[in-house]
């Protein structure tokens, strides 16, 4: 059965986008940890990051640096950490994650309320800023 992450690339559930290549696509979390907390996600359908083929795994980082740079840029965070789990969604994916203070815990669960309007906002200004 396809995972949540291919049904959203193939257009069946929405998301907010902020980039999309022709092997990957990058939204933001739906139940996210920080403010502009956002999934890098190679399009093939693989499990476990680490059985990734080693070109598209640097793709994946290539795309995860770049995207990196561009929620930077847009929200300002000391800098912005990486997380790789795979324990909820059997699709591997990177999450990067803004940290906006020295203590922020950066674990999946310890969620912050992020409106609707402010999702939408948060995705145009960082997809505004990707150059991919
Ligand atoms: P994990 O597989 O443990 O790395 O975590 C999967 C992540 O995917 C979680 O942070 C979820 O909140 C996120 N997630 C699950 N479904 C969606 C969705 N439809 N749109 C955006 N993010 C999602």
Do not use: W
């Amino acid at each position: 059965m396809a995972t949540i992450f291919s049904k959203i690339i193939e257009g069946d559930i929405p998301c907010h986008k902020v980039a999309e290549t022709d092997n990957h696509i990058a939204f933001l979390d739906i139940n996210p940890i920080a403010e502009g907390h956002t999934l890098v996600v190679p399009k093939k359908e693989i499990d476990y990051f680490f059985d990734l083929p080693d070109a598209l795994m640097e793709e994946t980082m290539d795309v995860s640096k770049t995207i990196a740079k561009a929620i930077d840029e847009t929200l300002n965070p000391l800098r912005t950490g990486v997380i790789v789990q795979g324990l909820e969604v059997p699709h591997a994916h990177v999450h990067l994650i803004p940290l906006y203070k020295e203590n922020q815990v950066m674990a999946l669960g310890h969620n912050v309320n992020v409106s609707e309007d402010r999702m939408l906002e948060i995705k145009k200004q960082i997809a505004a800023r990707v150059d991919l």
